[in-house]
């Protein structure tokens, strides 16, 4: 049996895009009921056709299936009545006042940690396709480099030099194009200052990160997570609700134990598992013939033992290593290989798993409610 508040404390971590704050405080969540091994829910929306509706639902599904021998979510939109809308206005109206350190992150942005078990599967490197991939597709993204010790970030997209501050005394983004890059690499400006940052609590780290970055409005947001487990994701389940987890992995099973622990980690901390990444997966020579030189099953195991996609099996690259360790990311690599037509396929697969919050079809939703509000009052 799971008790409701258990069921409230997951769903308290689903916002509402639009509002910035959480279904359960702004009362969208009714009727909540558990029933062998089914939850249903009476979810009440201000407007029900808004195409925001869809976001939610799915969220709220991928956030109670983290809950152990939950199968099936039922959801049931219901229609706001008066009494309702106006609560949820007003918590809405508090919440915009008090909420005096917001991140810089928008709550539309989509979120990816990419953590690994362990140092040296290639984390880096896939964060880094995936965000000059999305970049490329036209999206504004943010690459964080919260691997604050063991940053690599500057190294494999080959730019150096100090971040500047703006005005407010926030740290503006090394840009290129649509894309945005923090790194402690580009922070640190001595060795002196490494060690104040070594000093620092990592989730304390990631915090000024989120709150003293000057990010731009980003669609997606890649951040390049530590090796191992801890503190960090527990702080972004916090911090950042919309974060969803990518875990990496290579196919021997010491590495797939050791990534189990991350994806456990990131349940504990309300994040829900966007998918498995197997990389270093196999050597593919010129005449197309594969070998599995790590061995093999790693990344199907641990994405069947957590129900979640096997997004892509990233072979061993032997030509762009030395031009990715020289600062061209595989995908911007002129050459075509097996290594970069996979990742290209990865970054398709994430926009459809998690595709960009669309905004110009519901921004009238908020109008509409604040339209109807005065009308009733
Ligand atoms: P992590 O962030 O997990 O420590 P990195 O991304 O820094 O790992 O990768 C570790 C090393 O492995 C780097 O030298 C990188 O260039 C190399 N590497 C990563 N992925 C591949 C791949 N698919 N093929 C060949 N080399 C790779």
Same mark, same amino acid.
């Given at each position: 049996m799971i008790q409701n508040d258990i069921l409230l404390k997951h769903l308290s971590t689903v916002m509402d895009p639009e509002l910035g704050v959480n279904i359960v405080d702004l009362g969208m969540v009714k009727n909540l009921t558990y029933n062998d091994s089914e939850i249903t829910i009476d979810l009440a929306l201000t407007i029900a056709e808004c195409p925001m509706r869809n976001q939610i639902e799915s969220e709220i599904k991928r956030k109670l299936k983290l809950i152990e021998n939950v199968k099936e979510v039922k959801i049931n939109v219901v229609a706001m009545n008066k009494e309702d809308r106006a609560a949820l206005m007003s918590v809405a109206r508090k919440n915009a006042r008090e909420?005096?350190?917001?991140?810089? @992150?928008?709550?539309r942005t989509r979120v990816i940690a990419i953590g690994s078990?362990?140092?040296?599967?290639g984390k880096s490197t896939i964060s880094t396709n995936l965000a000059v991939g999305l970049e490329k597709l036209g999206f504004t993204t943010g690459l964080l480099?919260?691997? @604050?010790?063991?940053?690599?970030i500057p190294r494999l997209l080959g730019i150096e030099g100090r971040l500047e501050a703006n005005e407010e005394k926030k740290i503006i983004p090394y840009k290129k194009g649509r894309l945005e890059v923090v790194s402690t690499g580009l922070i640190a400006e001595d060795e002196d200052t490494a060690l104040m940052w070594r000093g620092l609590m990592l989730s304390k780290a990631l915090e000024q990160f989120l709150f003293d970055v000057a990010w731009g409005n980003l669609d997606y947001l890649v951040i390049d997570l530590p090796p191992g487990t801890g503190d960090i994701q527990m702080a972004l389940g916090r911090l950042l609700p919309q974060t969803e987890l990518l875990v990496i992995t290579t196919p021997q099973p010491s590495a797939q134990k050791v990534a189990t622990r991350v994806a456990d980690m990131a349940k504990r901390s309300f994040i829900p598992l966007l998918g498995v990444v197997e990389n270093m997966s196999y050597f593919e020579t010129s005449d197309k013939n594969k070998y599995q030189i790590f061995g093999k099953g790693g990344g199907d195991k641990l994405a069947e033992k957590f129900g979640i996609p096997l997004l892509s099996k990233v072979p061993i690259s032997e030509t762009s290593v030395e031009e990715s360790e020289n600062g061209i990311p595989i995908l911007l690599q002129e050459d075509e290989s097996p290594t970069k037509n996979a990742l290209q396929d990865l970054v398709t697969k994430i926009t459809k798993v998690l595709p960009p919050v669309s905004d110009e079809t519901c921004t009238g939703r908020l109008a509409k409610v604040l339209e109807e509000l005065e009308a009733d009052q």
């Open positions: 909420k005096a350190v917001p991140t810089q @992150i928008n709550t078990g362990k140092g040296g599967v480099d919260a691997d @604050i010790w063991g940053f690599s």
